[in-house]
């Protein structure tokens, strides 16, 4: 039967494939894709758990004491039918067959296909026995871990052989999942929780892949295998659709590729208006493999290396100042002279470090985690490897030309923290000899705090680049990850649009340089209005440029500008801007 799942549409585009379900509520295992040649190993594998587990069950049920209630007996060989039965590892086999599951992956699978079909009986007893299948299923991957032992599994790697395109539907990803995902296979990502500017939305962002999150239900009423459209501009997920509307959606899907084909060409023409600003179109990144991308999408820097992500899925275990250096160096070296922002490690709020998903975050540890020890705060919290990452940049600089960003800032004692550990870390790599150049430091503008205090600020700082996710967030008092408040995320907010302003207005004043750097600045909607405020330098994910681009060549920032009082001073300022600068794009085209 073919249905809709609305959602909340982060990232643009259509997607069509099979729906793969992964980190069930019930059992959390690792997702990986087995190579071709390895397949019946992997079902050897499953077997043999499956094995252990009847040898183990049998033996406890022959060692059963005399006096035992013989329900215990007649539970046991319950148990042990459910382990023969062809739809348990049957099933399971199949799915690694077909799909190159892993076998935990194919069991997990196989789980959520079985449990379905339990708790759709009528009969009491039968629908009751889906705890004995989960219990069952825990055990064999207590089996298969234990054959596993300790050693490393390689998760989603690229050589996946099957046939079908594959969208990845969730309850929720943690943003180190994310980044593991991030050089797979899928090719759209489906979520039951987060908004607009969630970690998730902005990592399928960068992987340039159709996203809907905030679906509320879509992990619970999609099923593994379905076909499923992702349609990432109206934020609508098909479920089965029938062979028309697929027809519609593939038209659509070669229409949107053959947009990118053709924005893809301008690549090499220079972002300079009508009326001849030149612009600076930076990259936003999350690894150094990223700034690759960056070069290609014709990126005249980095504007924000994320630098968080190198400090995930380590198990504890932080990155030493040589990998760290591995990795600002690499980005610098990848990018040939230009600019590369790194920010200082942004933790915390929805980017924990470990594995842990925002509900978890929220419920188990801390109750309000975006105004938590996040970004800089947990930095200064942990001085030694705050000066550990600042030398790591530092010596990057030796490279080419490094800039060293701030996230979270809101306190002028925090700016003098941060100048006194860049002096010791200078001292520190002069003694030790490690070279490095002038490194201009920059601050965040996320909280409206720092918006508010700006000019105080600037005295202490080269630069600053507005984070509209969080100033939208902390200025709204609007969790950017909770879907439940997700309609009342505003950018278009009188009191966002007036803080943004004053900032560019006050840091060009200053005769500082500003950038946007959130998800506004890569988003066309929003360029003519940032150009209106005097914007000059955005940054966003590499796939974006080419669209902000197109935007720009048709701009006149004069005539932008002079429209821009009207749509601050609107009750409405979005149809204002609808309005006014239609009306001065209009005039544009007339004097061109
Ligand atoms: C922002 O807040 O706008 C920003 C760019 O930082 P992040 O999205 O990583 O919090
Ligand atoms: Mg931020």
New binding site residues.
């Given amino acids: 039967m073919s249905f809709q799942v609305f959602g909340i549409a982060v990232s643009r585009g259509v997607a069509i494939g099979r729906a793969v379900l992964v980190a069930s509520s019930r059992v959390d295992v690792a997702h990986y894709f087995v190579p071709p040649g390895e397949i019946q190993a992997e079902i050897d594998r499953l077997l043999r758990a499956r094995d252990a587990v009847v040898h183990e069950l049998a033996t406890l049920k022959e060692e059963l004491p005399e006096d035992a209630p013989h329900e215990l007996a007649a539970l046991l060989d319950v148990h042990l039918m459910l382990l023969h039965d062809e739809a348990f590892t049957g099933g399971a086999s199949q799915w690694i067959v077909e799909r190159h599951y892993n076998a935990e992956w194919a069991l997990s699978a196989q789980l959520e296909v079985l449990a379905r079909q339990f708790d759709e009986m009528e009969d009491d007893y039968l629908r009751e026995r889906k705890a004995d299948l989960e219990q069952l299923v825990e055990r064999v991957l207590g089996a298969l871990a234990q054959e596993q032992g300790d050693a490393p599994t390689p998760v989603t790697p690229r050589d996946f052989a099957g046939e079908d395109p594959l969208l990845l539907v969730a309850a929720d990803i943690a943003p180190a999942d994310m980044i593991q995902f991030k050089r797979s296979v899928f090719r759209g990502f489906i979520t039951d929780i987060g908004g607009k500017?969630s970690?998730t939305a902005?990592v399928a962002r960068s992987m340039d892949i159709p996203a809907v999150v905030g679906t509320r239900e879509a992990s619970r009423l999609i099923m593994q295998d379905d076909w499923v459209i992702i349609d990432g501009d109206a934020g609508t997920v098909i479920v089965n659709p029938s062979p028309i509307v697929l027809e519609e959606y593939r038209f659509r899907q070669r229409q949107s590729e053959l947009e990118r084909a053709r924005l893809g060409r301008l690549r090499h023409t220079p972002a300079v208006t009508l009326d001849g600003e030149h612009i600076e179109l930076h990259a936003?990144i999350e690894m150094p493999a990223d700034a690759e991308a960056a070069v290609e999408s014709g990126a005249t820097g980095v504007g924000?290396f994320?630098s968080?992500f190198l400090f995930m899925n380590r198990d504890g275990e932080l990155p030493s100042e040589e990998e760290q250096f591995a990795a600002y160096k690499a980005a610098v070296v990848a990018m040939k002279g230009m600019p590369v922002t790194i920010?200082t490690v942004?933790v915390g709020?929805d980017?924990p470090l470990d594995r842990l998903s925002i509900n978890e975050l929220r419920h188990e540890h801390v109750l309000n985690p975006a105004m938590g020890l996040r970004a800089i705060r947990w930095s200064l919290a942990e001085p030694s490897m705050f000066r550990q990452q600042l030398r790591a940049i530092y010596r990057a600089s030796a490279f080419g030309k490094v800039r060293l960003l701030i996230?979270m800032v809101a306190h002028l004692s925090e700016v003098r923290q941060i100048l006194d550990a860049v002096r010791k870390v200078q001292q520190q790599l002069t003694d030790a000899g490690h070279a490095y150049t002038r490194v201009e430091l920059g601050v965040?503008i996320?909280i409206p705090a720092a918006a508010v205090m700006l000019p105080l600020l600037l005295r202490h700082v080269d630069f600053v680049?507005?984070?509209?996710?969080?100033?939208i967030?902390y200025t709204l008092a609007i969790d950017r990850a909770d879907e439940a408040v997700a309609h009342l995320y505003d950018p278009w907010h009188p009191a966002v649009l007036q803080l943004i302003s004053q900032s560019i207005a006050q840091a060009r004043s200053a005769g500082k340089s500003v950038s946007v750097?959130?998800?506004m600045a890569g988003d066309p909607v929003f360029t003519e209005l940032l150009l209106a405020m005097g914007l000059r330098s955005f940054s966003m994910h590499p796939s974006q440029i080419p669209a902000v681009k197109q935007r720009i060549l048709r701009a006149d920032s004069q005539r932008m500008a002079v429209a821009l009082p009207r749509i601050l001073e609107s009750e409405d300022p979005q149809a204002a801007a609808d309005k006014e600068l239609a009306l001065a794009r209009g005039g544009a085209a007339a004097v061109h």
């Fill in positions: 500017t970690h902005i936003n924000l994320r968080e920010r942004d709020a980017k996230p965040m996320e680049s507005i984070g509209t996710n969080d100033l967030q750097c959130g998800e």
